[in-house]
Nanobody, 119 residues
């Protein structure tokens, strides 16, 4: 499975962005998908995850109510809708795929897309 993120960019605080992660490979629908982010000088942190069928989602506490993860298996794409963005959301955002996503284990990673939120 190869993953390619897109949709990052520069946005003002309070604005919105939608990130996309498109996968290649026939097994996409069997993987749980996650979004992570890494800010300069900080460790990578979990943002959100979604089950293979889309029926189960998880979010980091600081993103609940602002971010929404979704997927379209027909388009082999997972999305991260980010609203009410804050400067502290500035980071490189990565998507990941894994069959053991429930325990935080991911097998494949994208190259990342930069999100910059200006104050």
């Amino acid at each position: 499975v190869q993953l390619v993120e897109s949709g990052g960019g520069l946005v003002q605080a309070g604005g919105s962005l939608r990130l996309s992660c498109t996968a290649s490979g026939r097994a996409f629908s069997s993987y749980g998908m996650g979004w992570f982010r890494q800010a300069p000088g900080k460790e990578r942190e979990f943002v959100a995850a979604i089950s293979w069928g889309g029926g189960s989602t998880r979010y980091a506490d600081s993103m609940k109510g602002r971010f929404t993860i979704s997927r379209d298996n027909a388009k082999i794409t997972v999305y991260l809708q980010m609203n009410s963005l804050k400067p502290e959301d500035t980071a490189v955002y990565y998507c990941a795929a894994g069959q053991k996503w429930v325990v935080g284990s991911y097998d494949y990673w994208g190259q990342g897309t930069q999100v910059t939120v200006s104050s």
